[in-house]
Each structure stands twice: as structure tokens, then as C-alpha cells.
């Protein structure tokens, strides 16, 4: 043992210096010898297990679903992360230099690790004695956010050193930072500068000025921590120490360092402005979008062009919330949305901690009574303004009692308000012409609801649809998910079935009393009425459709034979399992929603073919490339059938199951079939369709809906519509560039109030909208076919008559009908064919 001991004392001695310092050189060296060893093996285990870099593109960032309209505004976006991708040329120079005094000085010059930066950062923290330098380069933080999971391992920083090499070995500077630029979190849910302008300034990233750079720069290191929104003083600071270090790397000069860190944070919250308001279309969008392209959906990076108009839709949003308001009005306030107590002198802290619950509703601002006068009072808003409510704002406001029912005039403001009241306020949006109202009205969250769709009648492209007061209030969508009685607007399908079996708009039929047996139990007898109450004679159906008369169309359907005319108003879209088959049918006692009813009026409006609605014009995928394309049925004149029984069968043929949802687009199929046209079917004959408009012009000349002479235009028909006891109001009304449908009631179908008409509640909504979608559009006569005549009649008899006749009048016919002869089944005799002549009374059992 001693020798061998000796021996190696020996060998020490001999091969191993003797200083001590040298020792220790020699095992630094040995140290970093195993460590390059070591690092080598483990990259050799780690790099095979790094991603590809083939996926390393746009196409991984998860962009959310934007929705647009036909003329690119947009409407709507969906996904967990707000991204708007951008190349990096479109990113201005400066804030690129601002981001790399923020994040990576030297990244021209590396390869994806700083080793300086790492030893300055190293050094810097240990004097400091804290962490607050790191040494992630961008190339890194890019391999960190792309691929790597954010468990703080060595191995995953290893991973991340070794594929920050990786990149810049196969990607350029340029691609990097454009990787870089669209990736990175920025906070509120916004990835990406172009998001995070957006976001905090409401700017694309050419609108930025350099104090904005400067923020933005700073958020990646803390998105949290240095955010403007939520730690402003935080951000300010850091905000300023990057415009600091961009003066010390010479990237911008003292004048404007020094006018940067003076300029005020301005950072807000700015989510998605637009004009257009359409969250009852972008939610069908999304339902489609979810059911077509399934997880892709909230990332994929769709765009989505709708076929609505945006003037259309902002039009049909205003008129629909105005009605409903005005509706409101009419029946009366029904108190204060909620209360607090002022003692002493309000304290906005307290005003404004009051009001956080209640959200803006239809545009509707909360506020808070402050004080009340004799005629007016001053609110605080929930934007932390205070207004007045003058006295025409007030006066409106009597209680609300019932349906029917007001209680006592205002004589004083505090008869409506008090201090402390939370309440509701109306923008007037014209005060000079309601110079008595003021620029604020009194106005209450509308119990009632509504809703109005518009289609182009050439092919059934939505124009505007709103499904409610506000979606965010209720998100259920009463155009294609309301299924209620249309009353009288039912009434138009019926007389055309008449045309079509052998009546002129010139027939007359009885106004005359009916009643309908209720067999052993007399209490249940049917006694169907006219709104007025009134009884009529022998009455023309150009009037008595223009008047809506009742006991004239129960007589017409009893005489043309209920199961011929649900089955004829098939074609019109009807669903049959909808229509009762009893003579109630007459009243509109069938289901039908907003959809329904302007999907079946448009075949008046476009001649008599029938169009299938959609909302979706084309999808996009993130990279502009059209996935889906409307190819919606044309009209083809030239194609008609000519003939009532061809159009007849062409008609049930083109009348599949009603839908209420419309399709979202009607897509072309294989690529044989992608140029083929597809034509809308003829489900009319022109000559019943142009007596139906024609017939449907003096509803508004003459009849229901002569409100809608205030548009002053002569192309407009339509037909309102009101069923039992008020529940629903309804107009539907078209000339041939566009199709509307207005509908008011309550949710759960309770009445509206006595008086409460298709006529007086929701015709004016149809005529705001119509005024502004009609502006601009030059008046188009009605087309008459070359088969029609038109001829002189008495107004009372419907026969032909002499011009000097006193109550003479024109009317037209389909050539070989103007002969005055008896209708088919006067002498109680019918083929089965033709309809019996409808009977002066009805008493039998209802069916």
C-alpha cells in the first residue's frame, strides 16, 4: 500500500503542476469540457424530438372568424384570440426599432441566442440582486410562443436555444419578425401589434404615433403587470424607459423623446366599432360556420361576406328600435329600472358603482336622477355625464296600467322621477325637430318585441334582418325562430288561389254576417267579425283585399275548398302541417315566421317565381381563397312554362317544406355542375301575379296601409295584418327591388292593446326602413303582360260599364275573363274544378 501511495505521489508530481492556480485552470477547462459534452449529447437526444418549421407559417396563427358585410364592413368577429395578421412590410420602421430597444438590441446580428445579452443580463441581475433582465431573444420568444409549452424546465430551455437556432438557420430576419409581430400576447385577449393597436387605440398600425409604439412595445415582457388598461402607471414607466433606450440607440432625437414621455397614456378599451349593427346575422354565421368547418371555426382565420346591405341594415335597426319605443310610449311608464340613495352631495365613486350592473340596452344609457324640478330633472349617465330631462322627455311617462289602460296626465316632473331613480334615457336624434322633447328622452327597456327581415326579390339575398330589440338582451332571433299567426297577412295567398280558379280581382262576394254552429254546445259558435265591426254587402276583392275584410275571405275559402288552397299555398313556401284546414284559415290562424312571410311575398314582388333565401355570399379562408360561393336560383323569363296547370305543378314542385332557418348560401357542387345555371321556379302565373301586386298597390292607396303614402312613391304593395285579440301585428310590403316583413308582439303572445293594428304598429316601422332602403332608387311601374286588358266596371257590381257611368272605374283582366257571365256553381252545379259561387250565409258545423 505505502509503495503504491507512493507511486502516485510520485505521478502527481511528476505530470501535474504545482501552483494552485493552475490546478484550478485545469479544472474550469475539464468543467466546460464535460459541459460541451454533455450539451452535446443532449442536443443530439433533443433535436430530432424539435418541430418542423414547415408548419411555421401564417396559417398556425389562430385568427378568429370575421364576419363582413356584401360591401366589406365588418360586423363581427369570433375567437378566443384577437389577431389581425400582417406582413411586415405593412409594420412602420419605428416601431419595429421600438420593439427592438424593448425586447432584442442585437437581433440583426445574432443567431438566435445573445451570449452578450445573456452575460449582461447575468451580471446586471446579480448586482441588482433581482431578475428583472432576461436574455430571450425574439428568435426564442418566437420558438417559445410557436412550439414549446410554457413549463419553466431546463429541457424546455434547451428546446427553445436549440430551435431559435433552427430558425434562423432556415427563416430570414424578416420572417422572423413578421412571425413575431403576429404572435406574441399583448393582453385583453389580443395577439399581435395590429390586434393590440386596435384594442388600446382603436388604430391599424400605420395610425400609431411613437408614445403608442413605445406602449406597445412594453407589453411583451408583461402584458399583465405593464398593461395601460389595467396598471397605467405601470405602463407609463415602462413605456418611457423603452423611449429612453431608443434615444441611447439613436433611433429617435431628443425633441422627440422629450415630447414622447411627456404625451398622456390615451390607452382605452376599443372593441369592434361598426355602424352596422347585425348580431342576429353574425350568430347565424357562426352556427353555419361551427356545422360546416367544425374546430376551425374560432381559429381558422375565416372571412365571411354576408349578402346584407349596410345602409339596409343600419336602417332596419333604427326603425325596428323606434317602433318598439314608440309602441312603449303609448302604453305607458312602468317605474325605475332600480334605486339608490343620495344624501348630500352625490359622489360620482358612488353614482358610477351604482350603475355598473346596468348595461346600455338598444342604446339605451342608464343614468341616475340627481334632481328633480317642476318640469324637467338632471341625470347623471353612465358615461359620467350630466343632462337634462327636460319636460317633453317626461311628459309621456304616465303609469302604466294595463294593456289598455294610462293612468293620470303628468302635471309635475316628480309625478314620473325621483332622486335616486336609475333609469333609462333615449338619444333624440334630431332634437330641432322635436325642439320640446330636448336631446334626451325618458325611456324604459321595451317588454315587447319585434323583429323585421328584407330580402332582394330577384333572388332571395338577405338585405337586413334584426331579430330583436337587442341581441344581448335576448340573443333569440324572432325572424327565423318566431313561429306565430300571420292574421291578414295570410290573406294575399288566398285570393290569388281565387284568381287561379276562375275569379277576377272585379268577382264580388258577400260581406254578410256568418255563423258557425258549434254544434251541441252553442256557447262555441264561430261568429268570425271585420275590424269594423261592420257589415258589407256584395263587395269587389280588389276592395275587400284592400280592406282585409274577414267575413269576404271566409266566404272565398269556403267556396274555393280549404285542402285546394293549403295545398296551393305550398308553393308559396307554407309548410301544410302549419295551416289549419278549417275555414279559420281565412283569419291567418296558420304558423308561419318573419322568413316565411317575406319569402312568400317576394314572389309577388318578383313576378311569381319562387327564391330561396341566404344570408352568406362567399367564405374565405385566412388567405383570401373563396371556399364557398353563392349560387342562388336566377330568374329565367325566357324559360317560363307557359300554361296555369304547368305553372301549378311547377309550383309544388318548387315548394319544398318551409324552412325557418334560410340556407347560408347556396353553394355550387361538383365542378361539372359549377357553370350551370340554376333557375328559380315559376310558381305563378304572370298574369295572377301582376292582379296580386297590383291588387296589393291599393292596400296602400286605399286600404290598410295607406300610412305607407307618406314615402310618396306609386310602386309599393303590401298587406298588413292583425290577429285575434292584437296579439300580433304584422305588414308585409315589396316593390321589385325589395321585400320587407314587420312583426310586433310579445314573446309569450299576449294582446297589444286595443287598436294596436298591423296598420298602426308595425307598418311604421316597414315604412322608416323602407324610407332609407328606397332612397336613391328610381320608381318601376309594374310590368302588365301582353295577355291582361283592361276595362271599364262599375265599382259596386264589378260589371262592365260606360265611362259616363258615376261610379265607374278601370280594372284589369286576363284576356277572355272580362265578359260578364255568372261565376261557376250559381245553379248549384260544379265540376269540382271551378269553385261554387260563395254563399250569401254560412250556417253549418265548423270543421
Known amino acids: 500500500?505505502?509503495?503504491?501511495?507512493?507511486?502516485?505521489?510520485?505521478?502527481?508530481?511528476?505530470?501535474?503542476?504545482?501552483?494552485?492556480?493552475?490546478?484550478?485552470?485545469?479544472?474550469?477547462?475539464?468543467?466546460?469540457?464535460?459541459?460541451?459534452?454533455?450539451?452535446?449529447?443532449?442536443?443530439?437526444?433533443?433535436?430530432?424530438?424539435?418541430?418542423?418549421?414547415?408548419?411555421?407559417?401564417?396559417?398556425?396563427?389562430?385568427?378568429?372568424?370575421?364576419?363582413?358585410?356584401?360591401?366589406?364592413?365588418?360586423?363581427?368577429?369570433?375567437?378566443?384570440?384577437?389577431?389581425?395578421?400582417?406582413?411586415?412590410?405593412e409594420v412602420p420602421d419605428l416601431l419595429i426599432k421600438a420593439v427592438l430597444a424593448a425586447e432584442d438590441r442585437s437581433f440583426f446580428y445574432h443567431h438566435g441566442v445573445d451570449f452578450v445579452g445573456i452575460l449582461r443580463a447575468a451580471l446586471h441581475n446579480l448586482r441588482t440582486q433581482s431578475t428583472s433582465q432576461g436574455a430571450s431573444t425574439i428568435t426564442m420568444q418566437v420558438a417559445r410562443n410557436f412550439f414549446l409549452s410554457p413549463e419553466k424546465t431546463y429541457t424546455r430551455k434547451i428546446k427553445e436555444?436549440?430551435?431559435?437556432?433552427?430558425?434562423?438557420?432556415?427563416?430570414?430576419?424578416?420572417?422572423?419578425?413578421?412571425?413575431?409581430?403576429?404572435?406574441?400576447?399583448?393582453?385583453?385577449?389580443?395577439?399581435?401589434?395590429?390586434?393590440?393597436?386596435?384594442?388600446?387605440?382603436?388604430?391599424?398600425?400605420?395610425?400609431?404615433?411613437?408614445?403608442?409604439?413605445?406602449?406597445?412595445?412594453?407589453?411583451?415582457?408583461?402584458?399583465?403587470?405593464?398593461?395601460?388598461?389595467?396598471?397605467?402607471?405601470?405602463?407609463?414607466?415602462?413605456?418611457?424607459?423603452?423611449?429612453?433606450?431608443?434615444?441611447?440607440?439613436?433611433?429617435?432625437?431628443?425633441a422627440a423623446y422629450a415630447e414622447a414621455v411627456n404625451a398622456p397614456l390615451a390607452a382605452a378599451r376599443h372593441n369592434l366599432q361598426s355602424d352596422t349593427v347585425a348580431p342576429y346575422v353574425a350568430e347565424l354565421v357562426r352556427q353555419y360556420m361551427i356545422q360546416t368547418y367544425d374546430e376551425k371555426t374560432y381559429a381558422g382565420g375565416f372571412h365571411v361576406y354576408t349578402t346584407l346591405n349596410a345602409r339596409h341594415q343600419q336602417a332596419a335597426v333604427r326603425a325596428l328600435r323606434a317602433g318598439l319605443l314608440e309602441y312603449d310610449r303609448r302604453h305607458g311608464y312602468r317605474g325605475p329600472a332600480g334605486k339608490m340613495t343620495i344624501r348630500g352631495e352625490p359622489d360620482p365613486v358612488q353614482l358610477d358603482d351604482a350603475l355598473k350592473d346596468f348595461r346600455v340596452v338598444g342604446n339605451l344609457l342608464p343614468g341616475i336622477v340627481l334632481e328633480v324640478g317642476e318640469k324637467n330633472a338632471k341625470v347623471y349617465t353612465q358615461d359620467g355625464a350630466t343632462v337634462e330631462l327636460g319636460w317633453g322627455g317626461l311628459s309621456w311617462a304616465r303609469r302604466y296600467i294595463d294593456e289598455n289602460t294610462l293612468g293620470n296626465a303628468l302635471k309635475t316632473a316628480a309625478d314620473v322621477v325621483k332622486p335616486g331613480d336609475i333609469i333609462y334615457l333615449e338619444a333624440v336624434e334630431d332634437p330641432q325637430q322635436l325642439p320640446e322633447t330636448g336631446p334626451w328622452r325618458l325611456a324604459q327597456i321595451p317588454e315587447v318585441a319585434g323583429a323585421l327581415v328584407a330580402l332582394r326579390p330577384a333572388d332571395g339575398a338577405v338585405l337586413a334582418l334584426t331579430g330583436g330589440f337587442d341581441f344581448y338582451q335576448s340573443s333569440f332571433n324572432r325572424v327565423t325562430q318566431a313561429e306565430r299567426q300571420p292574421g291578414s297577412s295570410i290573406k294575399p295567398f288566398i285570393f290569388s288561389a281565387a284568381l287561379d280558379k276562375g275569379f277576377t280581382a272585379a268577382s264580388t262576394v258577400s260581406g254578410a254576417p256568418i255563423v258557425m254552429d258549434g254544434g251541441d254546445s252553442p256557447e262555441e259558435e264561430w261568429r268570425p267579425e271585420d275590424y269594423s265591426k261592420k257589415f258589407y254587402g256584395p263587395t269587389r276583392l280588389r276592395k275587400a283585399l284592400a280592406q282585409s275584410l274577414n267575413l269576404v275571405s271566409v266566404r272565398l275559402l269556403r267556396a274555393l275548398g280549404v285542402a285546394y288552397t293549403v295545398e296551393y299555398m305550398e308553393r308559396f313556401g307554407f309548410d301544410p302541417a302549419k295551416v289549419p284546414r278549417n275555414l279559420s284559415l281565412a283569419l291567418g290562424t296558420a304558423s308561419a315566421t318573419p322568413m316565411q312571410m317575406v319569402n312568400a311575398f317576394t314572389v309577388f314582388a318578383n313576378g311569381g317565381y319562387r327564391v330561396t333565401p341566404y344570408f352568406i355570399s362567399r367564405v374565405e379562408d385566412a388567405n383570401h381563397i373563396v371556399l364557398e360561393q353563392a349560387k342562388p336560383a336566377v330568374i329565367c323569363r325566357e324559360c317560363d312554362v307557359q300554361g296555369s296547370t304547368n305553372v301549378a305543378s311547377a309550383g309544388r314542385a318548387g315548394a319544398t317544406e318551409a324552412q325557418a332557418n334560410p340556407p347560408a348560401a347556396a353553394t355550387t357542387g361538383t365542378a361539372a355542375d359549377k357553370d350551370q345555371p340554376v333557375y328559380a321556379p315559376r310558381v305563378l302565373s304572370p298574369e295572377t301575379s301582376f292582379l296580386m301586386a297590383s291588387m296589393m298597390q291599393d292596400v296602400i292607396r286605399a286600404g290598410t296601409g295607406r300610412g305607407a303614402l307618406v314615402l310618396g312613391r306609386q310602386d309599393l304593395a303590401g298587406k298588413t295584418g292583425t290577429t285575434n285579440d292584437y296579439?300580433?301585428?304584422?305588414?308585409s310590403g315589396f316593390n321589385s327591388e325589395v321585400a320587407a316583413t314587420t312583426w310586433v308582439g310579445f314573446d309569450q303572445p299576449v294582446s297589444l292593446g286595443r287598436g294596436e293594428t298591423g296598420g298602426r304598429t308595425a307598418l311604421p316601422v316597414w315604412i322608416d326602413f323602407m324610407r332609407v332602403a328606397l332612397e336613391g332608387v328610381p320608381e318601376k311601374p309594374l310590368p302588365v303582360p301582353e295577355t291582361m286588358v283592361r276595362i271599364t266596371i262599375n265599382s259596386e257590381t264589378g260589371k262592365p260599364t260606360t265611362p259616363d257611368d258615376p261610379e265607374a272605374m278601370e280594372e284589369y283582366f286576363v284576356e277572355g275573363t272580362e265578359t260578364p257571365q255568372e261565376l261557376p256553381g250559381t245553379e248549384g252545379e260544379t265540376d269540382g274544378a271551378t269553385p261554387a259561387r260563395p254563399p250569401e250565409n254560412i250556417r253549418e258545423n265548423l270543421f
Open 1 to 89: 500500500m505505502n509503495d503504491s501511495g507512493s507511486a502516485f505521489s510520485r505521478w502527481t508530481r511528476q505530470y501535474l503542476p504545482a501552483k494552485p492556480w493552475q490546478l484550478a485552470l485545469i479544472a474550469l477547462f475539464g468543467l466546460l469540457a464535460s459541459a460541451v459534452v454533455i450539451l452535446t449529447l443532449i442536443a443530439l437526444i433533443l433535436t430530432p424530438t424539435l418541430p418542423s418549421l414547415d408548419d411555421l407559417s401564417g396559417a398556425q396563427l389562430k385568427v378568429p372568424l370575421r364576419v363582413y358585410t356584401a360591401d366589406g364592413e365588418l360586423l363581427a368577429e369570433f375567437g378566443e384570440e384577437k389577431r389581425i395578421p400582417v406582413k411586415i412590410e
Open 161 to 254: 436555444v436549440l430551435l431559435a437556432f433552427k430558425i434562423e438557420r432556415e427563416l430570414s430576419k424578416q420572417q422572423i419578425l413578421e412571425l413575431y409581430f403576429n404572435k406574441i400576447f399583448l393582453g385583453h385577449r389580443s395577439y399581435g401589434f395590429a390586434a393590440a393597436a386596435q384594442t388600446y387605440y382603436g388604430k391599424n398600425l400605420q395610425q400609431l404615433v411613437l408614445p403608442e409604439m413605445a406602449m406597445l412595445a412594453g407589453l411583451p415582457k408583461a402584458p399583465s403587470r405593464d398593461n395601460p388598461l389595467t396598471n397605467p402607471e405601470n405602463a407609463t414607466e415602462r413605456r418611457n424607459t423603452i423611449l429612453k433606450q431608443m434615444l441611447s440607440l439613436n433611433f429617435i432625437d431628443e
Open 727 to 731: 296579439r300580433d301585428a304584422w305588414f
